[in-house]
């Protein structure tokens, strides 16, 4: 679990400025019930399209995003892996990654503190209403990751988070 310090550890995400304070190790948390709940929202992170029809970015974007319902996320984009979730607006033309943006993450914040939730996969098309992004969950993959990842120190800290780079 990556519950942070106390049991009043602050799970969010980041508003503008995440980048300025994600700088250092970024963590990921083994896999619990309930996980993604504590996140309502999360931060992407991406160098993809400004737009369906866009320039790739100058500079490194960011967007705060709802992770969505499982349910819901279906409902839009059809079958879901166990290992993905959904992030996005859902009705509305609003921030989403696009393309260019595959591979870089989705994060939350504990105690300021980046800890990668997930890694953009694929959606329908970019910031279009009713879908959503899709992400891979990094928790579902972190025996993979340590098991390939072995020039990074593979310290856990007291509430089991990874520490990935």
Not at 74 to 98: L, M
Request: aromatic share 10%; net charge positive.
């Amino acid at each position: 679990m990556c519950a942070g310090r106390g049991a009043g550890a602050r799970h969010r995400a980041a508003g503008p400025g995440a980048v300025g304070r994600a700088a250092g190790p970024w963590r990921a948390c083994r896999r619990t019930e309930g996980y993604l709940e504590r996140f309502p929202q999360g931060v992407l992170f991406g160098w993809g399209r400004v737009g369906p029809r866009g320039w790739p970015a100058l500079r490194l974007q960011e967007a705060s995003l709802p992770i969505t319902s499982r349910e819901r996320c279906e409902q839009a984009v059809q079958r879901v892996a166990r290992t993905a979730f959904c992030a996005g607006f859902g009705e509305a033309y609003r921030a989403d990654a696009c393309e260019g943006d595959s591979g870089g993450p989705l994060a939350g914040f504990v105690d300021d503190r980046p800890v990668v939730l997930g890694v953009v996969s694929w959606g329908h098309a970019c910031a279009r209403p009713f879908t959503f992004g899709v992400y891979t969950r990094v928790d579902s993959y972190l025996p993979w990751i340590r098991s390939h990842v072995t020039q990074v120190p593979q310290k856990a800290g007291m509430d089991g988070a990874t520490r990935l780079v």
